[in-house]
Structures are given as structure tokens and as C-alpha cells.
Nanobody, 122 residues
Framework: VQLQASGGGLVQAGGSLRISCAAS????????MGWFRQAPGKEREFVAG????????YYADSVKGRFTISRDNAKNTMYLQMNSLKLEDTAVYYC????????????????WGQGTLVTVSS
């Protein structure tokens, strides 16, 4: 499966942004999806995950209550709505797909897209 993340940009602290991940090449609707991020000088970290049918979602503690992951299987697209953005949310955000798994942080993701940069300014 090919994944293409988009929608990143510059936003002020406290603002909102929605990023998207378009998928092609495999049955998107059957795959578990997730978002990860990597800040400068830091390791990549799990942000959120969603089961193939959207029935279950998972979040890192750092974004819980502020970020919402969703998917539209008819459009082969996944989203991450980010609200109340903080400076520490600045990172390159990556989308990923898994053949198996719930979407929780211990899911083994098999396919990765290129990242989209989100920069939060003060």
C-alpha cells in the first residue's frame, strides 16, 4: 500500500490543524492505520491508531483529549484533527498501515508514508 500524508503547515499555539493520509494499492478498508511523529533530535513516537472499521481508537497520553483520529474508508483516507496545539507538537507526522493489529501503540505497522511537517509557533 502507498501512503501519502498531507496538510501540514505552520500554526500558532492553541490553534488547530487537520492532516490527512491518502492510501492506494491495497484494501485500505481492511487495514489498521496509525499516526506517528518525530520531533527534531527525538525518536519517532506513536500518536494515534484506529482499527480497520473505526470501531476502536488509541492515543498517546500526550495528545489524548486534543487530537482525534478518524478514517473514511470510502475515500481511502485517514485524518488527524489536532486541536489546542502546543509547541511540543512540532514534528514531522507520518502515517502508517498495518495488516494486523488493533491500532494500539504496540501494533506492528507494515507500511509507511512520507511525513508532513507540522510547526507550532508561539
Amino acid at each position: 500500500v502507498q501512503l501519502q500524508a498531507s496538510g501540514g503547515g505552520l500554526v500558532q499555539a492553541g490553534g488547530s490543524l487537520r492532516i490527512s493520509c491518502a492510501a492506494s494499492g491495497r484494501t485500505f478498508s481492511m487495514m489498521t492505520m496509525g499516526w506517528f511523529r518525530q520531533a527534531p533530535g527525538k525518536e519517532r513516537e506513536f500518536v494515534a491508531g484506529i482499527r480497520w472499521n473505526g470501531g476502536s481508537t488509541y492515543y498517546a497520553d500526550s495528545v489524548k483529549g486534543r487530537f482525534t483520529i478518524s478514517r473514511d474508508n470510502a475515500k481511502n483516507t485517514m485524518y488527524l484533527q489536532m486541536n489546542s496545539l502546543k509547541l511540543e507538537d512540532t514534528a514531522v507526522y507520518y502515517c502508517a498501515a498495518a495488516i494486523l493489529g488493533s491500532g494500539a501503540s504496540d501494533t506492528r505497522f507494515d507500511f509507511w508514508g512520507q511525513g508532513t511537517l507540522v510547526t507550532v509557533s508561539s
